[in-house]
Antibody, heavy 120, light 107 residues
């Protein structure tokens, strides 16, 4: 299993901060793109952003002001931090590895997903 | 446009052939990749880079890219192929894009 999502708070209060971590197996942490993707209940997929070692990030413009991604190579982990959450952020959150260079790009590994509910 | 458009639902008789399509300007710059998602599970990559299949994906899955349109074809659909299918690409700024998904029903 290349990606293992660590247990995190499944319930976050409105206006609070959502934090999730994913652990990477193997030696690919410094040469792959590490993404967070979410899926609203019963609906489609939304890309949140990616981190590429050592410090390149790219965020979905609709979330950019609230998102921070980080990578800890010593612990083989990458993390998501989403601030000022609301009910609209209730979703299953996936960590995922993407690979390739233009015109090829694909996501070859996904975490198991974590349901995060925003509610008081 | 930075969107990928898919038909919401498609059905196919068991053993027949079905094509799922995806349309968007971003497909002119990147090959589509395709993901199968079953209820309660994470998506699984089934096709990428125009016509490549990951290890373990049956050969009945194939893909084709032309201009702003990509398609996933299942030749001889099986009951276990019933799932949601998503196309994926990237836009000119490097942002990842997903289609809205197509629910495949095998009759």
């Amino acid at each position: 299993q290349v990606l293992r999502q660590e247990s995190g708070p499944g319930l976050v209060k409105p206006a609070g901060t959502l934090s999730l971590t994913c652990t990477v197996s193997g030696d690919s942490i410094s040469n792959s793109y590490w993404n967070w993707i979410r899926q609203y209940p019963g609906k489609g997929l939304e890309w949140i952003g990616y981190f590429y070692y050592p410090e390149t990030t790219n965020y979905n413009p609709s979330l950019k002001s609230r998102v921070t991604l980080s990578l800890d190579t010593s612990r083989h982990q990458f993390s998501l931090r989403l601030t000022s959450v609301s009910a609209a952020d209730t979703a299953v959150y996936y960590c995922a590895r993407s690979f390739g260079s233009r015109p090829i790009n694909y996501i070859d590994h996904w975490g198991q997903g974590t349901l995060v509910t925003v509610s008081s | 446009s930075s969107e990928l458009t898919q038909d919401p639902a498609v059905s196919v008789a068991l053993g027949q052939t079905v094509k799922i399509t995806c349309q968007g300007d971003s497909l002119r710059g990147y090959y589509a990749s395709w993901y199968q998602q079953k209820p309660g599970q994470a998506p699984v990559l089934v096709m990428y880079a125009k016509d490549r299949r990951p290890s373990g994906i049956p050969s009945r899955f194939s893909a084709f890219d032309s201009g702003d349109t990509a398609s996933l074809t299942i030749t001889g659909a099986q009951a276990e192929d019933e799932a949601d299918y998503y196309c994926h690409s990237r836009d000119g700024t490097g942002d990842h894009l997903f289609g809205g998904g197509t629910k495949l029903t095998v009759l």
